[in-house]
């Protein structure tokens, strides 16, 4: 059963997904797949091919950026809000758990100048726990 948690108005994140999912996820108004976990993570996590080839059959823009959290960098966030503005309505995320995503869109987010308590709520919102990401940004 999917679990989509809105970030915002651009963007919702969700734990793994299957190819299954994603009649739905268009159907809902997103236009565009975001992948941030790696393909071969886990075994039995679909490829992002089979997850790509669903999100085009349903109308989506796919982007494939793979992350881990130790090695996410600032360059990465950009690439992020980057996909999220080029997408021509709102972005689904995924991950694992939805986590690398969240991190993203958090300094992508104090890189765009939003407050700081506005990211830490909204992410608490949704189920996330940013607070030490954020005290660890400047800004």
Known sequence: MMDIRQLDEKVAVSAQIAPADLEEIARSGFRTLI???PDGEDATQPHF???????RAAGM??????VTSATMSVEDARRFAEA???SDGPAFAYCRTGTRCTMLWTIA????????DELRDAAANAGYDMANLLDSLPG
């Open 35 to 37: 992948c941030n976990r």
């Open 109 to 116: 987010g104090v890189l765009d100048g939003k407050p700081k």
């Open 61 to 66: 823009e796919t982007v494939f950026q793979p």
């Open 84 to 86: 999220v503005e080029k």
């Open 49 to 55: 091919d089979e997850i790509a080839a669903a999100a």
